[in-house]
């Protein structure tokens, strides 16, 4: 079993990331192997090109790495991570999905795919979660 009982205890415990909260980010699956969280793009997100900011889809992934690096253990920090940046979104909703590539004695190597409502590949986010 992992660290949460229960998606609405994660999602209790996420509400204190609060840069992603105030970004809109929603925390929608947590199991033990997997995360999803989603995101409703506003004008908010978007940059001064008027596509989505890098930073709003790094976020976006960032909390789906986070929910399922610290449902492996808790408390787990990142200690490397990367995004390839694949292709602009036309859409109106982005979803990360996180699944774990490895679970070692110290970390965890995640990989989150970012997609958009249409289905196009967004982004790839690649990171390594240390156990504390």
Partial sequence: MGT?????????YFRNDRFAANAG??????????STCS???MDDHKNAYGGVMGGA????????????????HNPSVASQV????????????LFAKAKCLKDGKSTSVIQV???????KYI???MGNAFKL
């Avoid at 889809?57 to 492996?72: E, H, V």
């Fill in 57 to 72: 889809i790094f976020t976006l992934a960032d909390l789906a790495f986070a929910a399922l690096a610290n449902q492996i």
């Fill in 82 to 93: 990367s995004i390839n940046y694949l292709s602009a979104t036309k859409g109106e909703k």
């Fill in 123 to 125: 982004a790839c986010y």
């Fill in 113 to 119: 795919d970012v997609i958009d409502d249409s289905g």
């Fill in 25 to 34: 980010i929603q925390l929608d699956e947590l199991s033990e192997k997997t």
């Fill in 4 to 12: 949460f009982a229960t998606l609405e205890e994660a999602k209790e």
């Fill in 39 to 41: 995101l409703v793009l």
